[in-house]
């Protein structure tokens, strides 16, 4: 028998109150007295906290609490379905699966005992279809606390499985192991022993802050500045004819050539010569194609034998006549020639915008109810973590033992969606890749509700995922196991982002925009042999050594998403790179200082950090945990 009451609100409890009643009989039993006796259970639904991660992470609070609350979504906080379980002594005890309300009075059998009390708020159903008809409170108590989720079979992406796991509300659980004595004075509805039981969302939630656009620059975009070697291009001084002269008439007299001097710029297509726009540096031209040669050049042009003597600022110059190319003689690609001469160094600025994401290693699975690890690893259900505890999510002490080598590592997949090696594979091929499985575009929206409590940070961010538990032994934080996050950049020459890189070469240090700035700079360097001005941007790539942006793409790994920082950086601590439920990952990314990797390249080994007494419980939703990260790359 079950008495419901009204929800009074998402934050409501319940205080013991105690009396007598002479009417009933007690029989001393060694488990407790049988007799008619109440509980009431209230669920409280409290504010969660959230996490700040990547190269500066959140230090506040400890590991369990940040101190950084947000209430969430109201989808987050929906309650839709209550799952009640009191586990007395053998059979004793309750069972409750369709309950709607966060207060609930349950008749128990037993006074002078205590019952263990579980609460799961909108379980799953493959979590109430293994509780069976056949069970008692106790069994079922037991099963509820080693339950280990997987989504739908079929399911294989992280989103398809979010959207399986919060299709019927988020699930919610004890977070601490509560267990309510009985006695006599609890003989009624009204004086029942009263039990408030905190939950927590069993899952978490990565949230992006974004770069705000600024004057001239657009959103989520950084100036990058790299140093560029200057060659002047092989010029020559000579004169063409301008305006060619006409032969005499009867009505106009004969007029003469009008000659013109200027600098000429040789270019590789044989004995050709180009004149370079007014206002224009033949040092940064590089390739021009045909097409654009009407914006770049004035003329492309033969140099002959004869000279001209004419005059520039009153001063006599000899030079070579230069003679215009006919159209259909243009070469279909134009590419100055340079001198051998470094001049220096330049600083050039490139502006690298942040335009898609990928998560790495999201767990496939989690439990009902949290699990927590001692330093050894000795796993049981429930509680808070003291300071040298870890949380331990179902696949923790598996992947303890794992050896991970340093490139190459796919058994990754086993464990997590996003696997480190699969978002590896998209990145090295995402230019020609129409509809990525595991980057997306970093143009997001604000989640819901973006207040966020003790902090100087006014916002949570833009959703990114849902995602499940990920924690290992602080020896095993590395890249092939913690969760992470890689972003795609493109490089643009401009801070508006109108005109963007098709094209970047890395060599020894040294960017390139053209292949035969590289050649040329490395003329003597063996391993370049077989390349040419020409070579295919794969053929440049298939030489170790030489990066090959393609598609004027870059990429930033972040191998850290960090739940609590110990402010050492040189050594991992507990609990520091790793997923929890019920909290909030914020990422920002602060700076950016140079141009990003041609593809991700980790080290999958390296570090990242009726008869009875009635019993009310009253369950609380905890906030999200808000745990801020800053990156800086």
């Not at 890395?506 to 700079?521: I, Q, S, T």
Request: hydrophobic share 35%; net charge negative.
């Amino acid at each position: 028998m079950k008495i419901k009451s009204l929800l009074i609100g998402m934050l409501a409890s319940v205080a013991l109150v105690g009396c007598t009643n002479e009417d009933l009989v007690l029989e001393e039993q060694q488990n407790g007295e049988k007799m008619q006796a109440y509980i009431n259970l209230t669920v409280n639904t409290a504010t969660n906290s959230s996490r700040n991660s990547g190269y500066v992470g959140d230090t506040d609070g400890s590991s369990e609490d940040s101190g950084h609350k947000n209430t969430g979504t109201e989808a987050e906080k929906a309650v839709n379905s209550v799952l009640y379980i009191l586990a007395g002594e053998g059979d004793d005890g309750i069972i409750s699966k369709d309950s709607e309300a966060l207060t609930e009075t349950f008749q128990v059998q037993k006074v002078g005992v205590s019952y263990d009390a579980l609460v799961v708020v909108n379980p799953v159903q493959t979590l109430l279809d293994g509780i069976t008809s056949t069970m008692t409170p106790r069994q079922a108590y037991d099963f509820v606390l080693g339950y280990e989720y997987v989504p739908v079979e079929g399911t294989t992406t992280n989103d398809a499985a979010m959207s399986a796991y919060t299709n019927d509300g988020f699930m919610m659980a004890n977070q601490t192991a509560v267990s309510i004595p009985v006695t006599s004075a609890n003989n009624s509805p009204e004086t029942a022993a009263a039990g408030v039981i905190n939950v927590e969302r069993a899952i978490a939630k990565i949230t992006f802050r974004a770069k705000a656009a600024e004057a001239g620059m657009a959103a989520n975009v950084y100036p990058v500045t790299i140093n560029k070697d200057v060659y002047n291009p092989v010029s020559q001084h000579g004169w063409y004819i301008s305006t060619p002269g006409t032969e005499a008439t009867d009505e106009t007299a004969a007029t003469a050539d009008e000659w013109s001097h200027d600098e000429f710029n040789s270019a590789n297509q044989g004995d050709v010569w180009v004149r370079v726009k007014a206002g224009l540096n033949p040092s940064d031209l590089g390739q021009v194609l045909a097409k654009d040669f009407n914006s770049v050049f004035e003329g492309i042009y033969k140099k002959g034998a004869d000279k001209h003597l004419g005059y520039v600022d009153n001063v006599e110059h000899n030079h070579e006549i230069f003679t215009p190319v006919t159209t259909n003689q243009t070469p279909a690609q134009i590419v100055l020639d340079k001198g051998d001469k470094k001049e220096g160094t330049k600083t050039e600025t490139y502006y690298v915008k942040l335009e898609d994401y990928a998560l790495t290693n999201l767990s496939k699975s989690i439990f009902a109810v949290r699990h927590k690890a001692t330093s050894t690893w000795s796993v049981s259900p429930l509680g808070l973590l003291g300071t040298n505890e870890y949380l331990a999510d179902p696949k923790s002490t598996v992947k303890n033992g794992l050896e991970i080598p340093a490139t190459g590592w796919t058994a990754g997949s086993s464990y997590f969606y996003n696997a480190l090696a699969d978002v590896v594979g998209e990145a090295e091929n995402l230019q020609n890749t129409a509809s990525p499985l595991y980057f997306k575009s970093l143009e997001l929206e604000d989640d819901e509700n973006q207040t966020v409590t003790g902090s100087h940070y006014d916002k949570i961010g833009q959703f990114m995922t849902y995602c499940f538990e990920n924690a290992v032994d602080k020896d095993k934080q590395v890249n092939a196991l913690v969760t992470g996050i890689v972003f795609a950049g493109q490089i643009y020459t401009d801070a508006a982002c109108t005109k963007a890189v098709d094209v970047m070469y890395k060599y020894k240090g040294v960017f390139y925009r053209e292949l035969r700035d590289l050649l040329a700079n490395n003329s003597t360097d063996t391993a370049l042999e077989g390349l040419t001005d020409y070579s295919t941007d794969d053929q440049a790539a298939a030489v170790n050594g030489l990066d090959v942006y393609k598609g004027g793409k870059c990429f930033y790994y972040a191998n850290e998403i960090k739940h609590f920082d110990n402010k050492q950086p040189t050594v991992r601590g507990v609990m520091e790179f790793a997923i929890m439920r019920n909290n909030i990952y914020s990422l920002k990314v602060n700076e950016i200082s140079e141009i990003g990797s041609s593809t991700v390249e980790p080290v999958y080994s390296a570090p990242a950090e009726d008869e009875g007494a009635y019993i009310s419980v009253t369950a609380e939703i905890l906030p999200w945990i808000v745990r801020f990260n800053d990156m800086e790359f």
